[in-house]
């Protein structure tokens, strides 16, 4: 079984192998855009001005930020369940999506089979990378939007995603294919009732992120899509739809998007691709928990919390014979680091979790699951593995209490 974001970018990698031989070729007009935010200013960039739009986790102060919202967003949780405002929080259920590109499949089946066997929770906060990123919304507005997210990953096709280009693109162009119709199918799903939807869910003290990389600071972005959501600017429907997209670009394979940004009254542009250059998957960083550690420390009662983390991909090696030449070294080497990438970030969540006294469940894709993808958003394909996840979830047996090795 391949990745389609391992398998984009070993065709990215193939048609960059041959730039060399295509320098001669006459000059093409590049695509264009505003100056990028100057190096040291990149944690005062902002897009609508709000101080909690997104959060920068490795620039001075963005992990605090992100802290003050996970705590703001506790306290309207429990004004909306009308506890106390000095009590503990109702126990909380946390979800983290992979990216997977069609392999997001899984975990759309995964979602819709909990339903049907009940016991699938409200989650509290929802994190999406990649193709994690466009079925965190569904996730977080619950099974009331359980149809649309099997429509998303058994509905749609390659036509519904991307246009290739010219193999001069990979000279000329910023991606071997237009994905301006993955933007358009985002449209017909993400509109102005679900945009509505994830401002009251922000408003009454749960979270919605999404991870993207801004290329030009090399720097992980989090955003805040309740809070955007709920901000009522003219341009937040578009803006979450663009998010969305750029959490999915695969860099070299889709193009990139750029985001209008201000720094002190001046308007420049980030461009932002695949938040899974950073990370395949998050789920919260661990000053969020300090307050947790600080009162377990004392012997003091902490709110109970499941983190539930979904996988959209398989975790034992993919073996494969590797043609002694530059190319296919060269895209193995990359899909090992990605394959690597993501186990890594199950580690991390699983070790997060055991210190903060979190109760751990992962689902990830079996090996038992054979089918294969002979072409990119192969409908047959994913439809095979939205009912493979959907059977493991009515069956009860999706979730283990760590990663596996």
Not at 104 to 124: D, I, K, Q, V, Y
Not at 137 to 153: E, H, N, T
Not at 365 to 383: C, H, N, S, V, W
């Amino acid at each position: 079984m391949r990745n389609s974001a391992v398998t984009c970018r070993r065709r990215a990698l193939a048609v960059f192998a041959a730039a060399g031989a295509a320098a001669a070729l006459p000059s093409c007009a590049s695509p264009t855009r505003l100056a990028a935010v100057p190096r040291g200013s990149t944690g005062t960039a902002t897009v609508f001005g709000l101080p909690n739009e997104r959060f920068l986790p490795t620039e001075p102060g963005g992990l605090a930020a992100l802290q003050r919202e996970f705590l703001a967003a506790l306290q309207r949780l429990k004004t909306t369940q009308g506890l106390p405002a000095a009590g503990l929080p109702p126990p909380l259920d946390l979800l983290g999506i992979s990216g997977g590109g069609e392999d997001g499949a899984f975990g759309a089946g995964l979602l819709n089979g909990w339903t049907e066997r009940g016991g699938r929770p409200e989650f509290s906060l929802v994190t999406g990378v990649s193709t994690g990123a466009l079925s965190a919304p569904f996730a977080f507005l619950g099974s009331d939007w359980d149809a649309k997210l099997r429509s998303v990953y058994t509905d749609i096709t390659l036509a519904d995603v991307l246009v290739p280009r010219a193999f001069t693109a990979a000279i000329w162009d910023d991606g071997m294919a237009d994905n301006s119709p993955l933007f358009l199918t985002i449209s017909r799903y993400l509109d102005e009732t679900m945009l509505t939807e994830i401002a009251r869910a922000y408003q009454a003290g749960r979270l919605l992120l999404i991870g993207t990389s801004n290329l030009d600071a090399q720097v992980p972005v989090i955003w805040n899509i309740g809070a955007i959501a709920a901000s009522g600017h003219p341009r937040a429907l578009d803006t979450v739809r663009r998010i969305l997209l750029a959490s999915a670009a695969v860099p070299g394979a889709f193009s990139p998007v750029l985001f209008d940004v201000t720094v002190e009254g001046q308007a420049l542009q980030e461009l932002h691709v695949d938040g899974g250059a950073f990370v395949q998957l998050f789920l919260y960083p661990p000053i969020v928990s300090e307050e947790r550690r600080e009162r377990m420390a004392r012997g003091m009662p902490v709110t109970p919390v499941r983190a539930w983390v979904i996988r959209n991909a398989k975790l034992d090696p993919q073996w494969a014979s590797v043609n002694r030449r530059t190319v296919p070294i060269a895209s193995r080497a990359i899909s090992s680091m990605i394959a690597v990438s993501g186990y890594n970030d199950l580690h991390r969540i699983h070790f997060t979790a055991q210190r903060d006294r979190l109760d751990y469940n992962l689902a990830f894709i079996g090996r038992e699951f054979t089918a294969t993808l002979d072409k990119p958003f192969d409908q047959a394909y994913m439809q095979s593995l939205y009912a493979y996840g959907r059977r493991r979830a009515v069956e009860g047996d999706a979730w283990v209490d760590r990663p596996p090795f």
